[in-house]
């Protein structure tokens, strides 16, 4: 049966609908409410160095889904290299190349992070090494401190916890400690002790965001992984656990730099913080791409504000659907109340619906002039289409003359519907008398200004903007009203005597 | 509000949304409505199956013919000149007598030659059709409406639309013109609708406006009093409507000419609710009814399983 069909198709549009919907809210964190600010930071990362005129290979470390951020895009400045994005194993890296460079070389790369709380990190746990090589004294130092802190504590991250302890709160005091400390970077020694006690460890680097700051450096942080979880260790305190506002840049165990051709390399990094609206963090949201994470965004900005239109007809499209369908009310021309309500949002309403009332009756009045001239039809629809852009202009200068400049958005009117209005209304004043005319024309103007409150709101232009799931939602609401055979609001008013007759 | 709704629902009356989604979207055929929408294809497919229309004096087609409109009138005294294609009543011309150089229509307005042409040429050119599309006019001759329903009527020539479902006519108004219709048979306009016991063709009650009234506006006779005479030859008629255009819901519109009886004026594959009010009763009882009866019944049969089971009371 074609009403089962019908069900059928309603119920894949509505799930198909809801679920683009809620990923983008959930996965792709797109609020609900335009309000909403979400926190973005600007991330520049300065690499400079020496060339000396050899061919030149720049190599770095780009975050890969740093925990707790998600990358919004990306931008380099580096004039005269070739760039490469490479996926290694261990990270993605960009690869600047040239063929002859002399001299201070800088190269810019820009990044934009959305704060993002959900976001994880999916970093692989290491492989351990298969020997931990020390020289001849040191070994058994290590072993000693091993074998210290392995009394201490139950599994790996108490064991890390105590060892880290022990160089953060009094590396002094105790020899062994000491003698390690004057061969290795604490860093590099804490995973190296860890390996020896066959816990997997690497060296991570991370940048802490702080609005404002430059020149800022990457510090060295140590991961330990047990099995699925992973302890972000810092070896300056001994402190475990993740700040909210580092930004681990790499998380491999590779090198952050690599220069070939040019020495004194170096990077340094500038940040800010920038709280955005909501939806221009989904704006710049370039990277979530994919079936699901479709969106207008993709699309250039000044396409976007085209869409931004056209994605607001379906919600006038409703409203005219519910009016008819479900409140009784006639309009002149089916959807020629949406295209008013789209003039009156350049308008804004009151000047719109004084334009509108203005074109209209000024209209009507040549129109019954032109209707005595015995014209055929569509010469008479021409000769009003350009009456209408003659009274258009006429009011527009004149109000401009008289100070207004609202008089100048008039020209946002859909001239040929509302000539098309015109000679309507016009043939039902000649018809039906004006009673008709008020009628059909009140019930347009209302339903007019219905839609265009409905598609004014902000909250509605930006889940429609936002969500184009909800396209799918509007549509099926619009198949099931379709299918709707009970009685109309204004019908119950129309056949109440039958109601009460026999009462 | 929701207690008149049920009321409604119980008493069986169908709202605009039910007749299009279960009545006209169901039974009719889109492919068949141009044979209705067009007055003259109607006309000449109800020649080919014997029912009597109204004769047919000329039509026009293109623009350069309109001059010849007063030509085909010109042996008439009086005419109607309507759009082929004309929906609601919009359009028709009607002319009850003329006089050198000048037409008097019901009302006693005077129109001359140039606004003849210039009604033509507006029908032509779609001013009055469905979708603005290029239309035909079609020029017959005046109705001589029987004379019983004089007093039931103010200038115009009264009308009975019967309701045929799936070949069975379920529901019967005659329709008055009053002053407030201008002459013309359109309930959305003034006319009054006067509900007909589908057995006998006799009142059952009045609207206007969607109101019930029970004397004419203009003439005060009290509507109680009509019937409808040549009722079975009449239902008959409709009925055979169905087998002519295939429509399963079709509003068929019938006169009475006090010369030649019962004539078919026109069909709607989209025919108005209002006839609930004036029969003072809902349509869904009925076309239940008819819906689970076997298709293929003959029109006489039709008629009289109507007239005995669909009778006001």
Request: aromatic letters at 8%; a neutral charge.
């Amino acid at each position: 049966m074609s009403r089962i069909s019908l069900y059928v198709m309603v119920a894949v549009f509505l799930i198909a609908g809801l679920s683009l919907t809620l990923y983008r809210h959930i996965e792709l964190q797109v609020p609900w409410t335009p309000g909403e600010t979400r926190q973005v930071w600007h991330v520049e990362g300065l690499v400079s160095f020496e060339a000396h005129g050899d061919p030149v290979k720049v190599s770095l470390a780009l975050p890969d889904n740093p925990g707790g951020f998600r990358l919004l895009s990306e931008h380099t400045a580096s004039p005269g290299y070739g760039l490469h994005y490479v996926d290694t194993e261990v990270g993605r890296r960009a690869e600047w190349t040239i063929r002859q460079a002399t001299g201070r070389q800088q190269i810019y790369y820009s990044v934009q992070f959305l704060v993002d709380d959900g976001s994880q990190t999916r970093a692989a746990t290491p492989a351990l090494p298969d020997t931990v090589v020390w020289e001849h004294p040191l070994g058994t130092s290590a072993q000693q401190v091993i074998d210290a802190a392995r009394e201490r504590s139950a599994d790996a991250f108490s064991f890390t916890r105590e060892l880290a302890r022990r160089f953060t709160d009094e590396p002094a005091g105790d020899e062994n400690i000491r003698l390690l400390m004057s061969r290795f970077d604490t860093p590099e020694l804490l995973v190296r002790l860890l390996h020896q006690a066959g816990i997997a460890a690497r060296l991570e680097h991370g940048l802490i965001l702080e609005d404002g700051r430059r020149r800022q450096v990457l510090e060295p942080w140590v991961g330990v992984f047990d099995g699925d979880q992973r302890l972000l260790l810092n070896p300056r305190t001994g402190k475990t656990g993740q700040p909210d506002n580092l930004l681990l840049w790499e998380a491999g165990g590779s090198p952050v730099l690599e220069v070939q051709g040019g020495t004194e390399s170096r990077i340094t990094y500038s940040m800010l913080r920038r709280d955005e609206p909501a939806a221009v963090a989904a704006q710049t949201d370039l990277e979530a791409g994919g079936v699901m994470g479709f969106s207008i965004h993709s699309l250039p900005l000044e396409e976007q504000a085209l869409f931004k239109n056209i994605l607001l007809i379906p919600i006038g499209a409703l409203v005219v659907v519910i009016l008819r369908v479900l409140v009784g009310i006639k309009t002149s021309g089916t959807f020629m109340p949406v295209l008013i309500a789209l003039a009156f949002m350049q308008t804004t309403l009151l000047t719109g619906l004084i334009a509108f009332l203005l074109i209209v009756s000024t209209g009507l009045m040549i129109r019954s002039y032109l209707s005595h001239l015995n014209l055929l039809l569509v010469a008479r629809v021409s000769a009003v289409i350009i009456t209408v852009i003659l009274i258009i202009s006429a009011y527009s200068l004149l109000a401009y003359r008289l100070g207004f400049n609202e008089g100048l958005v008039i020209t946002f009117f859909p001239m040929i519907i509302l000539s098309w209005t015109i000679e309507r209304m016009s043939i039902l004043w000649e018809e039906e008398g004006a009673r008709e005319v008020f009628i059909q024309g009140g019930g347009s103007l209302l339903t007019a200004v219905l839609a265009f409150l409905a598609m004014d709101h902000p909250v509605v232009q930006h889940l429609t903007f936002n969500f184009l799931g909800l396209q799918l939602i509007l549509m099926a609401l619009i198949l099931l009203l379709g299918n709707y055979s009970g009685y109309r609001l204004l019908e119950l008013r129309r056949f109440s005597p039958l109601g009460h007759s026999r009462d | 509000m929701l207690r008149l709704a049920r009321q409604l629902r119980i008493r069986g009356v169908i709202g605009m949304n039910r007749r299009n989604i279960h009545y006209i979207g169901r039974y009719n055929d889109r492919r068949l409505y141009p044979l209705v929408d067009d007055k003259l294809k109607t006309k000449l497919l109800a020649q080919e199956h014997d029912i009597a229309t109204l004769v047919l004096l000329g039509t026009i087609r293109s623009q350069f013919e309109v001059r010849h409109v007063t030509q085909l009138v010109s042996q008439q005294d009086g005419f109607v000149i309507k759009p082929a294609k004309g929906g609601g009543g919009k359009g028709i011309l009607v002319v009850e007598r003329q006089e050198p150089g000048a037409y008097i229509k019901p009302s006693g307005r005077i129109i001359h030659r140039d606004g003849l042409e210039r009604h033509v040429s507006n029908i032509l050119s779609g001013l009055y059709s469905l979708g603005g599309s290029p239309d035909a006019a079609i020029i017959e001759e005046l109705i001589l409406f029987d004379e019983r329903f004089e007093s039931y009527t103010h200038e115009g020539v009264p009308d009975i639309r019967v309701i045929v479902f799936r070949g069975y006519p379920v529901m019967a108004m005659m329709r008055l013109s009053t002053a407030a219709s201008d002459g013309k048979a359109n309930l959305h306009q003034g006319a009054v609708g006067v509900g007909l016991d589908i057995a006998t063709g006799r009142a059952v009650g009045g609207v206007q406006f969607d109101r019930p009234v029970s004397r004419h506006p203009d003439t005060d006779c009290p509507l109680a009093d009509l019937e409808v005479p040549q009722w079975e030859e009449l239902l008959l008629q409709t009925a055979a409507c169905y087998e002519l255009t295939g429509l399963g819901y079709l509003g068929t519109d019938i006169v009475l000419d006090r010369r030649h009886g019962p004539m078919l004026l026109e069909l709607n594959a989209r025919p108005g609710l209002t006839i609930q009010i004036a029969n003072g009763r809902g349509l869904r009882e009925a076309l239940d009814l008819i819906e689970r009866q076997p298709a293929g019944a003959p029109a006489a049969e039709r008629v009289a399983f109507s007239r005995r089971y669909l009778a006001a009371s």
